[in-house]
């Protein structure tokens, strides 16, 4: 019986050096209580001297509470550090975000380890290889992408800290008799025999009876994974160069699958693999420019010649107001990050038109300062000189054959809360210098403001 034990260390061990985990390295172990986490524990801290305990309490079931002090009882036993972590209306928020219980509760899981761990932390789970093979039918049954068919990794660094997997080898079995010859108590979780649980189906009916017409069936999904990922090397190879919140058509249409470079461009943007179909949709050629696709805080939208991913939860725009006058500020500018508007006076009778796209003649006599420079926003319409009636500035963009990056950095020039100037494109009709003369001011000066935008 101490063999089981010697292998279980070793196998910690084994991982921790692999990873090159320094010996004053602070090693987070989670723990619910249970065989696994519990074997996980004793073989870390036999091992490694500096060991803590976290632990979730995630409010899901009437044995929360006994399973948080069961847990920090026992590292209280071992003499570590325990962390514990209680979660607050889970079952609320994830019925809100239209998400399952069990991938809340992992977010919530994994969000509070890093808290803990911080960057260049490390964390241990005690994953098994039953939690392997219920992983591995999850992603297919569930559609994810082939990629992930090969199931957790024994080591990785996406998260921004480490997670170690040392036990992916072992099956529970070996855990569970480690701990009996060692008089090691563990806690039994009760909704893992509840049958609501598409985990505990695949655990004691599908598992099951898959090992008994195809032994050996997760090897298979494990070479189908191998190949996959050179696809999303290639595919990612593609991405690395691209604005990350713009897919071009074009390097879509190279993609080994269109499915997959989709996938991965749009994951960061909270879009799941059931919404492929949908962003599918945006990409073919007779799309709708304008036509959107939501995940939770994100929208992507198809433009002319791309897809773009934005944010439902940006910030504030920035504006500048600017208050140019024939007398009292006949010259000034404005600094942004994007360039510098300027302006300056001409008697209306002197002026003339600069086909310059960076320049803009506007009567001033039709304008109300302060006026404001801001970039352009969804819903924004102006009516364009040469043009009848109203137009969104999003269509005139489109028309423009605008790319995403410039259509980003675009700003507008507003009086009263009216577009006067679509920066670098259109001039409203009502303010423009070719203006009726009816529109004008009999009393005041006839003065045309001329603006110049100079970009970075």
Request: hydrophobic share 40%; proline share 6%; net charge negative.
């Amino acid at each position: 019986m101490a063999d089981d034990w010697r292998t279980l260390k070793a196998a910690v061990q084994d991982s921790l050096t692999r990873a090159k985990v320094p010996a004053h390295q602070k090693v987070w172990v989670a723990v619910s209580g249970g065989a696994d986490s519990m074997a996980l524990l004793l073989a870390t801290h036999a091992v490694h001297a500096h060991v803590g305990v976290i632990h979730v309490d995630h409010g899901l079931r009437e044995t929360s509470k006994r399973d948080r002090e069961f847990v920090e009882a026992e590292a209280h036993r071992l003499g570590l550090n325990c962390r514990t972590h209680i979660a607050q209306g889970l079952a609320e928020r994830s019925a809100n975000r239209g998400e399952g219980l069990e991938a809340a509760a992992r977010a919530e899981r994994y969000t509070w380890f890093s808290e803990v761990a911080g960057d260049q932390g490390i964390v241990l789970l005690g994953h098994h290889a039953g939690d392997q093979k219920e992983t591995q039918l999850l992603h297919w049954l569930r559609g994810s992408r082939p990629e992930t068919w090969s199931g957790m990794a024994k080591w990785t660094t996406e998260r921004g800290y480490a997670v170690g997997r040392p036990f992916l080898s072992f099956p529970k079995s070996a855990l569970v008799q480690a701990l009996k010859a060692q008089n090691i108590t563990w806690l039994e979780d009760p909704s893992n025999e509840d049958p609501i649980h598409l985990r505990n189906r695949v655990r004691h009916e599908l598992l099951p009876l898959l090992e008994d017409l195809r032994p050996g069936w997760s090897d298979g999904m494990h070479r189908a994974a191998a190949m996959a990922k050179e696809w999303e090397a290639h595919t990612r190879s593609l991405l690395v160069d691209l604005p990350s919140d713009a897919l071009p058509l074009s390097v879509l249409n190279q993609a080994p699958s269109k499915l997959q470079m989709i996938a991965l461009w749009a994951k960061p943007y909270g879009f799941r693999t059931a919404q492929l179909d949908a962003l599918m949709a945006l990409a073919l050629p007779d799309a709708e420019v304008g036509s959107r696709a939501d995940s939770i805080h994100h929208s992507i939208w198809r433009e002319r010649d791309a897809l773009v991913a934005r944010s439902d939860h940006a910030g504030p725009s920035p504006t500048w107001s600017f208050s140019p006058h024939p007398e009292h500020a006949p010259t000034g500018s404005l600094q942004t990050p994007t360039g510098t508007l300027s302006w300056s006076f001409v008697p209306a009778s002197a002026s003339e038109i600069d086909p310059n796209d960076g320049s803009a003649q506007l009567s001033f006599d039709t304008l109300s300062p302060p006026l404001t420079l801001r970039p352009w926003k969804d819903g924004d319409q102006m009516a364009p000189i040469g043009m009848t009636g109203h137009q969104s500035v999003s269509n005139i963009l489109t028309q423009r054959k605008v790319d995403h990056l410039a259509r980003q950095s675009t700003l507008v020039v507003t009086s009263q809360s009216h577009i006067v100037w679509l920066i670098g494109h259109r001039i409203h009709r009502d303010h423009g210098m070719a203006m009726p003369s009816s529109k004008l001011t009999a009393t005041a000066p006839q003065w045309t403001l001329l603006l110049n935008w100079e970009p970075e």
